[in-house]
Nanobody, 117 residues
Framework: VQLQASGGGLVQAGGSLRLSCTASLSIYSFNSMGWYRQTPGKQRELVASITISGSTNYPDSVKGRFTISSGNAMTTVNLQMNSLKPEDTGVYYC????WGTGTMDYWGKGTLVTVSS
């Protein structure tokens, strides 16, 4: 299984970016998928997740600003990020839990998001 994240870049604070994660098989093969963020000196943190039934989850830090959704293609999950803040800067990874264990089984390579103040 391969996951490919794309869409990162440089944006000013208050701006928007849309990240996409393309899987090598249908996203409905997974129990859930998520987007994680890694910043220097911090542990990798979950910023959004979506289950096979469409339930979503966000930490308070991004709630109301980030939206995770399945794409039109059955192999894509998107992360729409609005009202970006400098503290959103980091490397964003997509991941998939195939077996419903709560542990991500597959990880893609990250895409860098930089939010300037």
């Amino acid at each position: 299984v391969q996951l490919q994240a794309s869409g990162g870049g440089l944006v000013q604070a208050g701006g928007s970016l849309r990240l996409s994660c393309t899987a090598s098989l249908s996203i409905y093969s997974f129990n859930s998928m998520g987007w994680y963020r890694q910043t220097p000196g911090k542990q990798r943190e979950l910023v959004a997740s979506i289950t096979i039934s469409g339930s979503t989850n966000y930490p308070d830090s991004v709630k109301g600003r980030f939206t995770i959704s399945s794409g039109n293609a059955m192999t894509t999950v998107n992360l729409q990020m609005n009202s970006l803040k400098p503290e959103d800067t980091g490397v964003y990874y997509c991941a998939a839990d195939q077996w419903g264990t709560g542990t991500m089984d597959y990880w893609g390579k990250g895409t860098l998001v930089t939010v300037s103040s």
